[in-house]
């Protein structure tokens, strides 16, 4: 997969100078709002909407060549509406992470986080069904 630097040149040269800045810009600017129904997903147990909105950050994410983000969005989306030994605020916190580092000091990165602990990343994804 193309690294972002790789990403940017291409979508450049796609749609125009500047526009993968500005692209990267509308991201971000909506990552607040995008981390909020996230976060309320998760925290009512709605795979289904959590699901959703993973597959669309993971397409942003992938356009954009933030492959880290992505990968974890895809897993994300595919964890979601699978019963698991894990619940969705779990599946969702190494997502979180990423998204509130992004975010750096805005108010957002503030606001708690839905799941606590410091779990690595791929076992809490993993249902007790197995990997994907």
Same mark, same amino acid.
């Given at each position: 997969?193309?690294g972002r630097?790789?990403a940017?040149?291409?979508?450049?040269?796609l749609?125009?100078?500047g526009s993968? $800045?500005a692209?990267?810009e509308?991201?971000?600017? /909506?990552?607040?709002?995008r !981390?909020a @129904?996230?976060?309320?997903? %998760? &925290?009512?147990?709605?795979?289904s909407?959590?699901?959703?909105?993973?597959h669309?950050? $993971?397409?942003?994410a992938?356009?954009?060549?933030? /492959?880290?983000?992505a990968? !974890?969005a @895809?897993?994300?989306e595919? %964890? &979601?509406p699978?019963?698991?030994?894990t619940?969705?605020?779990e599946r969702?916190a190494?997502?979180?992470?990423?998204?509130?580092?992004?975010l750096?000091?805005?108010?957002?990165?503030?606001?708690p986080p839905?799941?606590?602990?410091n779990?690595d990343?791929?076992a809490v994804?993993?249902s007790?069904?197995g990997?994907?």
């Amino acid at each position: 997969m193309a690294g972002r630097g790789t990403a940017d040149a291409e979508i450049d040269a796609l749609l125009g100078a500047g526009s993968a $800045a500005a692209l990267r810009e509308i991201f971000q600017a /909506e990552l607040p709002a995008r !981390l909020a @129904r996230m976060r309320a997903a %998760a &925290a009512k147990s709605a795979a289904s909407l959590l699901q959703r909105e993973a597959h669309g950050l $993971a397409g942003a994410a992938g356009l954009l060549g933030l /492959e880290p983000l992505a990968q !974890l969005a @895809r897993a994300l989306e595919q %964890a &979601a509406p699978v019963p698991g030994a894990t619940t969705l605020a779990e599946r969702f916190a190494p997502v979180e992470r990423l998204l509130v580092a992004s975010l750096g000091r805005s108010a957002v990165a503030a606001t708690p986080p839905c799941a606590e602990g410091n779990r690595d990343e791929r076992a809490v994804l993993v249902s007790r069904h197995g990997a994907d």
